[in-house]
């Protein structure tokens, strides 16, 4: 029997799916009346589902290389989510084909160059990108789900995770201001994917094992200490490296309530979570844990809105809530229905 199988048993209720359809009528009848802002939102909300499924791959991939404790302990919940991978797929059609609408290089080759429009930024590379990092990635996580590949398969699925994140991270984000550039954002970001799985892992305990919940509590901290650090020299370098084109980037971003945002940001994914984690009593704590994972699971999102709205229309924030339960909904239960599939497949399929 697979991994899943033994992993992903509860019986499909129509509730997700309900919430999928519905999040996705709502967005197409507000696309008539808004639908470069609904666009907008669609591709936010796509960035923020992808972190869970993206950062439950990278720690699968880890797990089968390394072992451990944690690993074992962790994998049944990290299995469900990678399940889900391949909806990011479908999620990503929509992107694709509203790009002329989200994108100003899409629409005008001179918003980022000529060069950079012919030799990268133009939409059938986008696309070939997209499609090939994706496409990839859910083949890994299938493999994974059926037990299949062993170390080879998890090495080779991060070395794809690493070129991958580090293209569509700028693809999908950077590019709506695509004079603006960051070598370290793909980093950044990678490890921002790698925090939500672990954030997840305290939301929903995976052991009753104090010293294993102490573990993943501490990796927590160090993810989101990276995050942290990443985040703040990208800004110290940009910011002080006279280079006003990047700065004003950042202008933008703490113009308004953005700056609230910029701070609640912060608060949440990175002060609260690195000062709580510090003290041996709350990392004991399954409650106070739960809560330092949720307040790192919203800031985090709070983050990717950040990065993304204020190069958007107004309205893309708004439509990122809709678009996030659509997604949210339709994983679900595609990873319910494929975990049901997989627990009734007969014993010579070679689970």
Same mark, same amino acid.
């Given at each position: 029997?697979?991994?899943?199988?033994?992993?992903?048993?509860?019986?499909?209720?129509?509730?997700?799916?309900?919430?999928?359809?519905?999040?996705?009528?709502?967005?197409?009848?507000?696309?008539?009346?808004?639908?470069?802002?609904?666009?907008?939102?669609?591709?936010?909300?796509?960035?923020?589902?992808?972190?869970?499924?993206?950062?439950?791959?990278?720690?699968?991939?880890?797990?089968?290389?390394?072992?451990?404790?944690?690993?074992?302990?962790?994998?049944?919940?990290?299995?469900?989510?990678?399940?889900?991978?391949?909806?990011?797929?479908?999620?990503?059609?929509?992107?694709?084909?509203?790009?002329?609408?989200?994108?100003?290089?899409?629409?005008?080759?001179?918003?980022?160059?000529?060069?950079?429009?012919?030799?990268?930024?133009?939409?059938?590379?986008?696309?070939?990108?997209?499609?090939?990092?994706?496409?990839?990635?859910?083949?890994?996580?299938?493999?994974?789900?059926?037990?299949?590949?062993?170390?080879?398969?998890?090495?080779?699925?991060?070395?794809?995770?690493?070129?991958?994140?580090?293209?569509?991270?700028?693809?999908?984000?950077?590019?709506?201001?695509?004079?603006?550039?960051?070598?370290?954002?793909?980093?950044?970001?990678?490890?921002?994917?790698?925090?939500?799985?672990?954030?997840?892992? $305290?939301? !929903?305990?995976?052991?009753?094992?104090?010293? %294993?919940?102490? /573990?993943? =509590?501490?990796?927590?901290?160090? *993810? &989101? @200490?990276?995050?942290?650090?990443?985040?703040?020299?990208?800004?110290?370098?940009?910011?002080?490296?006279?280079?006003?084109?990047?700065?004003?980037?950042?202008?933008?971003?703490?113009?308004?309530?953005?700056?609230?945002?910029?701070?609640?940001?912060?608060?949440?994914?990175?002060?609260?979570?690195?000062?709580?984690?510090?003290?041996?009593?709350?990392?004991?704590?399954?409650?106070?844990?739960?809560?330092?994972?949720?307040?790192?699971? $919203?800031? !985090?999102?709070?983050?990717?809105?950040?990065? %993304?709205?204020? /190069?958007? =229309?107004?309205?893309?924030?708004? *439509? &990122? @809530?809709?678009?996030?339960?659509?997604?949210?909904?339709?994983?679900?239960?595609?990873?319910?229905?494929?975990?049901?599939?997989?627990?009734?497949?007969?014993?010579?399929?070679?689970?």
């Amino acid at each position: 029997m697979s991994a899943v199988a033994a992993s992903i048993r509860p019986p499909f209720r129509p509730a997700p799916i309900i919430i999928g359809v519905v999040g996705c009528a709502l967005l197409a009848v507000w696309g008539i009346f808004a639908p470069r802002g609904v666009l907008q939102g669609w591709l936010i909300a796509f960035v923020i589902a992808g972190g869970l499924p993206l950062g439950s791959l990278v720690l699968l991939c880890i797990a089968r290389l390394t072992g451990g404790c944690w690993t074992v302990a962790a994998s049944p919940l990290l299995l469900r989510v990678v399940a889900a991978t391949p909806v990011l797929c479908l999620a990503f059609l929509p992107v694709l084909a509203g790009a002329d609408l989200i994108f100003p290089w899409a629409l005008d080759e001179g918003a980022a160059g000529k060069n950079v429009a012919d030799w990268y930024l133009n939409t059938g590379f986008f696309a070939l990108r997209g499609g090939a990092a994706l496409i990839g990635l859910s083949a890994v996580s299938v493999l994974l789900i059926l037990g299949r590949g062993g170390r080879l398969l998890a090495a080779l699925g991060l070395v794809l995770y690493a070129v991958a994140v580090d293209f569509t991270s700028v693809d999908w984000m950077l590019s709506l201001a695509p004079r603006f550039s960051s070598s370290a954002f793909g980093a950044e970001m990678a490890i921002q994917q790698i925090l939500c799985a672990f954030a997840l892992t $305290l939301v !929903v305990p995976v052991s009753r094992r104090e010293d %294993i919940s102490r /573990d993943l =509590a501490g990796l927590t901290l160090a *993810a &989101a @200490l990276g995050v942290f650090y990443m985040a703040t020299m990208s800004l110290i370098v940009n910011w002080y490296g006279d280079q006003p084109d990047r700065a004003a980037w950042y202008l933008e971003r703490v113009a308004g309530a953005w700056l609230w945002v910029a701070l609640g940001t912060l608060v949440l994914c990175a002060i609260a979570p690195i000062v709580a984690l510090l003290f041996a009593n709350i990392r004991r704590s399954p409650e106070a844990l739960r809560i330092v994972g949720a307040s790192i699971l $919203l800031g !985090v999102a709070l983050h990717d809105i950040w990065l %993304i709205a204020p /190069d958007a =229309a107004p309205v893309a924030a708004p *439509a &990122a @809530l809709p678009a996030l339960a659509a997604i949210a909904g339709l994983s679900l239960a595609f990873s319910k229905w494929l975990g049901i599939r997989l627990s009734q497949r007969e014993p010579r399929d070679g689970d």
